[in-house]
């Protein structure tokens, strides 16, 4: 083996990974009778001999590449019937988090209570039945006005989070948009931005039932799921 004289034939890397093991495949080139060269996906846990991979999978990459390709593009063709669905479904979980004035409306209010109650507990001498009276139901206003203002510090956070987890998904929606209709067409770096919004794992097993050298692929089809 030696370096990859040509990146474009693992358009996998990184997502490949040994069955057996869970180790992540690394890319080689092997030569088949001194004429042809072959790109190839390889697990090379070898080096710890008490934690070695006992299979060590090799897989052809066009073999892997091409079909884990054609899943993604069921994926997408799946994902165009209901993309109008998704875009609107965020849009109205954030615009519903947003339109929680819930919390601001309590604290408004315990505000104002509050602000009134010291105007009243003025009226009475420090120490009084009711100046203590009065201060105790303050520090108990001011214990639940510190409560609400945390809650809505932390639905201010989610609101962020949410804007962020919109802008991410719509880019993917995007992309959907971009490629629509030419999914069989995306070139190399296309193809790889795509396995890396979805999340593409590949999972390489050797296959029980046949000769040693054939592996079967096990794609984990399951990255995006809709109900």
Request: aromatic share 10%; glycine share 2%.
């Amino acid at each position: 083996s030696h370096p990859h004289r040509n990146p474009k034939d693992f358009l996998l890397k990184g997502h490949v990974y040994c069955k057996t093991c869970n180790y992540r495949m690394h890319g080689r080139y092997q030569t088949s009778r001194k004429r042809h060269v072959y790109p190839y996906y390889a697990c090379t846990n070898h080096r710890n001999k008490y934690d070695a991979c006992p299979d060590l999978a090799v897989i052809r990459t066009d073999r892997v590449n091409e079909m884990v390709w054609e899943d993604c593009c069921r994926i997408f063709e799946r994902l165009d019937l209901i993309r109008d669905t998704i875009a609107r479904s965020i849009e109205e979980s954030l615009q519903t988090i947003l339109e929680n004035t819930q919390g601001k409306m309590l604290i408004s209010q315990l505000e104002e209570e509050i602000t009134f109650a010291k105007q009243e507990r003025d009226k009475h001498s420090e120490g009084s039945y009711y100046y203590r009276l009065i201060s105790q139901d303050i520090r108990e206003k001011e214990e639940k006005l510190h409560k609400y203002e945390e809650e809505q510090n932390k639905s201010l956070n989610i609101v962020k989070l949410s804007n962020i987890y919109q802008k991410s998904v719509l880019s993917f929606l995007n992309f959907l948009d971009t490629m629509k209709g030419k999914y069989h067409e995306a070139t190399f770096l296309e193809k790889r931005n795509a396995h890396d919004m979805l999340g593409v794992r590949v999972v390489i097993h050797p296959d029980m039932y046949e000769a040693p050298e054939a592996m079967t692929i096990d794609t984990e089809q399951e990255w995006f799921s809709v109900s």
